[in-house]
């Protein structure tokens, strides 16, 4: 296995596998690192029908991600993603301001949304699935996001250590109560983490 690092936890032949190809990435240390996120390329973003026709496509931009990544032991690896849902741009203000109320959002009483980490299973030589706790509107399921490890290795500028992956995830809104508009607004909504991260 090539430097896959969001994707650590195997057992078996898999984990050594992984230990050794995690090594040509990170140099060697005794202690879990921790990586986070650069918001300058790092983007979380959604994607919803609308009446059919198309997608509504919107973003967050006040969020944190961290990655804490153990080498001596990958099954211990942790991903943590906060979203703070009245950052929402779809670039129409209006449409902005009706998602942060309590039709949608409804920032004023739940003003984060979170997903933490639970399992990691590999899948491929740089890809995987990451399995783990959805919170939204104080509501919370299971999710999964399926992972693309990119890259890993000395940032050109700022010269740390550096990561990056592409997640892919989908969620049932009307899980979590935000019903309105189903079915002319799509219940399922597509999200999409690209993720630079710097030690």
Known sequence: M??????GLATGLTTAALVVGVATAIPASAQPMTFGADKAHTDIVFLVKHLGFSST???FED???TLVFD???PEKSQLDVVIRPASVNTSVPPLDAHMRNKDFFDVENHPEARFVSK???VT???TGKVTGDFTMLGITKPLTLDVTF??????PMKKTETVGFSARGTIKRSDYGMGYGVPAIGDNVNLIIE?????
């Open 2 to 7: 090539r430097r896959f690092l969001t994707t």
């Open 150 to 155: 990119n890259k890993g290795g000395i940032h």
């Open 63 to 65: 969020f944190d991600v």
């Open 71 to 73: 080498k001596d032991a």
């Open 57 to 59: 496509i919107g973003k």
């Open 124 to 126: 491929g030589e740089n």
């Open 195 to 199: 993720y630079e991260a710097f030690q």
């Open 119 to 121: 399992t990691i299973e």
